[in-house]
């Protein structure tokens, strides 16, 4: 069983077009995180949301809107998009209480903006 | 903030040579301290993980020991084979008021044959 899935695994899209990645954990955690990994490979939180409530919002466009319907899924909707957009998009989920435990990912979705 | 700094890549080595990949992290409180490997094309996973100080992280023939005194986190490998290409990263959790995950930038390892 697969256990934070993220559809799609691809994506490409032209500029100004408005797309959504979806994010499903099946692993009881309470939290979630959208993660954007540039292409050095550098990753950068964007959202985290705990229990379906926003608590980390980096400094991020406010074209893209994370939305969260359960504890178990966190998507992101991003709209105009731009060139700059372009990179992999990773999903992760972890449980808040008890620092030592991971965080797991998704295998991500790379976004291609032409 | 909490912050990771990694060894800058890429790294090539011959397959059966030691691997070290400097990690160091600035945090306040107790942060758990984490490895996490992505090899090409998919998903980060968890390599190996520590949570206080002088615990020894290891999986997969790689180590790396949780030094407070030296805000440290190495990863070392005895003896790298071809199948451990992939970008390594070192992360933390934690501290005060912290609980995402900080990572460093990566260190991209190439193993030849």
């Known amino acids: 069983d697969t256990a934070v899935s993220q559809t799609p695994k691809y994506l490409v899209t032209q500029m100004g077009n408005d797309k959504s990645i979806k994010c499903e954990q099946n692993?009881?955690?309470?939290?979630m995180y959208w993660y954007k990994q540039d292409s050095k490979k550098f990753l950068k939180i964007m959202f985290s949301?705990?229990?379906?409530?926003?608590?980390i919002n980096e400094t991020v466009p406010n074209r893209f809107s994370p939305k969260s319907p359960d504890k178990a899924h966190l998507n992101l909707h991003i709209n105009s998009l731009e060139l700059g957009d372009s990179a992999v998009y990773f999903c992760?989920?972890?449980?808040?209480?008890?620092?030592?435990?991971?965080?797991?990912f998704g295998q991500g979705t790379r976004l291609t903006v032409v | 903030g909490n912050s990771v700094t990694q060894m800058e890549g890429p790294v090539t080595l011959s397959e059966e040579a030691f691997l070290t990949i400097n990690c160091t992290y600035t945090?306040?409180?107790?942060?758990?301290l984490f490895w996490y490997v992505q090899y090409p094309g998919e998903g980060l996973q968890l390599l190996l993980k520590?949570?206080?100080?002088?615990d020894k992280g290891s999986n997969k023939g790689f180590e790396a020991t949780y030094r407070k005194e030296t805000t440290s986190f190495h990863l070392e490998k005895g003896s790298v084979q071809v199948s451990d290409s992939a970008v390594y990263f070192c992360?933390?959790?934690?501290?005060?008021?912290?609980?995402?995950?900080?990572f460093g930038k990566g260190t991209k390892l190439s193993v030849i044959p």
């Open positions: 992760a989920s972890s449980q808040v209480e008890g620092l030592n435990t991971e965080a797991f």
């Open positions: 692993l009881g955690h309470d939290t």
């Open positions: 949301y705990n229990n379906k409530e926003l608590i």
């Open positions: 945090a306040t409180g107790y942060p758990s």
């Open positions: 520590a949570t206080k100080a002088d």
């Open positions: 992360a933390l959790r934690g501290g005060a008021g912290s609980y995402q995950l900080t």
